[in-house]
Nanobody
Framework: QVQLVESGGGLVQAGDSLRLSCTAS????????MAWFRQAAGKEREFVAG????????IYTDSVKGRFTISRDNAKNTVYLQMNGLKPEDTAVYYC??????????????????WGQGTQVTVSS
């Protein structure tokens, strides 16, 4: 059974940092685009960051550029999201996702075939 399991979420104050992890089991995702999405209460799920299979290319949504960094360790079948300078508007459930392709990175949720269960990030002001 293929699973993506996120961890690292929590309650922090504005300006703090968190690192989310997403570890895959059941198959390797070393040849797949990986991404992070988030969904705030009452809002649509939105793309946050994506990385190609070899980490050669990354993209970010404008609101997190310069604050978040996506990375991956294919040997560990894990993708990370380092979040610095957190803001209350970053509060959301964060989801890890994987495409069935090596590239390109897509920003629409329908392009991703595998999803984790999500981890809550809450940023207080």
């Amino acid at each position: 059974q293929v699973q993506l399991v996120e961890s690292g979420g929590g309650l922090v104050q504005a300006g703090d940092s968190l690192r989310l992890s997403c570890t895959a089991s059941g198959r390797t995702f070393s040849r797949n685009v990986m991404a992070w999405f988030r969904q705030a209460a009452g809002k649509e799920r939105e793309f946050v960051a994506g990385v190609t299979w070899n980490a050669g290319y990354t993209i970010y949504t404008d609101s997190v550029k310069g604050r978040f960094t996506i990375s991956r360790d294919n040997a560990k079948n894990t993708v990370y999201l380092q979040m610095n300078g957190l803001k209350p508007e970053d509060t959301a459930v964060y989801y890890c996702a994987a495409r069935t392709f090596m590239e390109p990175i897509q920003t629409t949720r329908t392009a991703y075939a595998f999803w984790g269960q999500g981890t809550q990030v809450t940023v207080s002001s």
